[in-house]
């Protein structure tokens, strides 16, 4: 008798309706380098915020501080009060989040929201991280938190970590926040077509040659080559993305690739970020959602940034175009 009364009472009270997103980005360092980023004060100060408190423990704090002059506590843009719900060092690692700058209303505990790390050694032996964001209520009074976190606040960060990975150099804290890094470029748009199809013309020769009409050299997989000769009548080596590699795949869910900046910008050229795609079924069609992340500070990365900006919107343009009637 308990266990159908259970269900009855389950079907009468269902759980509030929740929404998420996840991030899967490669790093240029090892799993446990990247996992001590995260669950290290040392660590955090490398590419995350200038300040913070962690006791590595369940129920220890996370207590990330962005403003220290203005906001010692990070009560007002950090993550005060935020707790530790699971770590498996090297491997997991899960976090209560709070939302200080959108009110208290959504700052009040048990924090509805939690977000999850997993770290797993990849190609070359970086890491492959996945970041999760999950337990965002489904009502419109949640829909500026939802989207200021997918498209703003974690590409930011996670588009810090990628550059330190690279590069092992930490943002200056003590400049303005927009002198610290570039910001990752985010772009997403649907695609009436579905993910098996939308796969295709990301990871074949023949499909990158229907929507963006260039020669490429590709094969999806981890270690394979992601080349895309925009420009054959220039030497090898200023044609396109000659030497970019894919870094992860998942069939007809997500890719991550490596990416150059132009030849117009010899001097960082040679130093590559990681883009990642995610495809997310949605109706009749496939959500699009595309990263670009790991931009470092000085003017070169800000003009390929500016650059990418620009040409990924004009990438998602030509595909959606590709699949439209």
């Known amino acids: 008798m ?168 930490s943002p200056e804290w003590d400049k303005a926040q927009s002198d610290v890094v570039a910001p990752a470029v985010h772009k997403d748009v649907l695609v009436p077509a579905a993910p098996a199809e939308v796969w295709k013309a990301w990871t074949t020769s023949a499909g990158i040659k229907e929507f963006l009409g260039v020669d490429s050299k590709v094969e999806a997989k981890a270690g394979g080559p992601f080349e895309l000769y925009f420009n054959p009548a220039v030497p090898l080596g200023q044609r396109g993305s000659e030497g970019c590699r894919f870094l992860a795949v998942e069939p007809e869910r997500y890719l991550t690739f490596e990416w150059n900046a132009p030849p117009t910008i010899p001097k960082i050229r040679p130093l590559h970020h990681v883009v990642t795609v995610h495809l997310e079924p949605e109706g009749a069609g496939t959500r699009v959602r595309l990263d670009a992340m790991g931009y470092g500070a000085g003017p070169e990365w800000a003009e390929t940034r500016k650059y990418f900006d620009n040409a990924w919107g004009m990438v998602l343009g030509a595909l959606q175009k590709r699949f439209t009637p």
């Open 2 to 169: 308990i266990a159908p009364l259970f269900a009855i009472l389950l079907a009468a009270n269902p759980a509030p309706a929740t929404r998420e997103f996840v991030f899967d980005v490669t790093v240029d360092r090892k799993p446990a380098e990247v996992y001590a980023l995260w669950t290290t004060t040392e660590g955090v100060r490398k590419f995350f915020a200038p300040v913070s408190v962690i006791e590595p423990r369940v129920g220890g704090r996370y207590q990330i501080v962005f403003e220290p002059k203005t906001d010692p506590e990070g009560r007002k843009h950090g993550s005060f009060g935020v707790s530790i719900l699971e770590l498996v060092p090297n491997r997991r690692f899960v976090t209560e989040w709070t939302f200080p700058p959108f009110g208290p209303e959504y700052n009040t505990k048990p924090f509805p929201t939690r977000v999850e790390l997993d770290f797993e050694e990849g190609f070359d032996g970086r890491t492959r991280l996945r970041l999760a964001h999950r337990g965002f209520p489904a009502d419109a009074a949640w829909d500026k938190p939802f989207t200021t976190f997918r498209d703003v606040i974690w590409p930011y960060v996670l588009n810090s970590l990628v550059a330190y990975g690279r590069d092992g150099v």
